[in-house]
Nanobody, 115 residues
């Protein structure tokens, strides 16, 4: 099983980034996919989730209207489009795959929002 994030980096406040997560080794289309983040000294928090079929999404209040999660079951990928970024969005972002009790995590990608 592999879950690999990419797309992190340094961006100025108000800017945009697109994170991608590529998965393999499991039946991707059956799994709910999520993005989490963890800032220094804070607990990991759920940012966005998209169900297996892609028809339903949910977001943390702090990112609603700014972030969009999407998935491509044909390519086994999930993306997080992040717009209007704020310094408080700075964190390591993790991709998560979950099906009932089974879940897989990526290694994370750093997002830093700073001028």
């Amino acid at each position: 099983v592999q879950v690999v994030e990419s797309g992190g980096g340094l961006v100025q406040p108000g800017g945009s980034l697109r994170l991608s997560c590529a998965a393999s080794g499991f039946t991707f289309s059956s799994y709910a996919m999520s993005w989490y983040r963890q800032a220094p000294g804070k607990e990991r928090e759920l940012v966005a989730v998209i169900i297996s079929g892609g028809g339903s999404t949910n977001y943390a209040d702090s990112v609603k209207g700014r972030f969009t999660i999407s998935r491509d079951n044909a390519k086994n990928t999930v993306a997080l489009q992040m717009n209007s970024l704020k310094p408080e969005d700075t964190a390591v972002y993790y991709c998560n795959a979950r099906f009932v009790w089974r879940e897989y995590w990526g290694q994370g990608t750093q997002v830093t929002v700073s001028s």
